[in-house]
């Protein structure tokens, strides 16, 4: 059973950046494909974005393309979300997430088994 805590998040104003950090326990973070979502309150929970088990494809809502930078380092078990020109509507509970099956990619919340606790990130205009 892996364990994920995410930790980074915090209070910004629009424009600036922040970065996510997923570390994991448990079980080596390589056999996962992995997941960053986000829930707003009083709205479902969302795609933001997704990597391979080695990092080489990554994918992203449209939302967040050209702002945000999922990455991992298996070295060190932790998954990372550079968020950058930040806007309030990124204001959010944001999660980390394993998925073990090869369409992780599709950013279906029902297709990912383990989650982390969620770290907040407000941003204020």
């Known amino acids: 059973q892996v364990q994920l805590v995410e930790s980074g998040g915090g209070l910004v104003q629009a424009g600036e950046s922040l970065r996510l950090s997923c570390a994991a326990s448990g079980r080596t973070l390589s056999t996962y494909y992995m997941g960053w979502f986000r829930q707003a309150p009083g709205k479902e929970r969302e795609f933001v974005a997704a990597?391979?088990?080695?990092?080489?494809?990554?994918f992203y809502d449209d939302a967040v393309k050209g702002r945000f930078t999922i990455s991992r380092d298996n070295a060190k078990n932790t998954v990372y979300l550079q968020m950058n020109s930040l806007k309030p509507v990124d204001t959010a509970i944001y999660y980390c997430?394993?998925?073990?099956?090869?369409?992780?990619?599709?950013?279906?919340?029902?297709?990912?088994?383990?989650w982390g606790q969620g770290t907040q990130v407000t941003v204020s205009s």
């Open positions: 997430a394993t998925c073990q099956i090869p369409t992780y990619y599709r950013g279906n919340r029902n297709q990912y088994d383990h």
């Open positions: 990597i391979s088990r080695s990092g080489g494809s990554t």
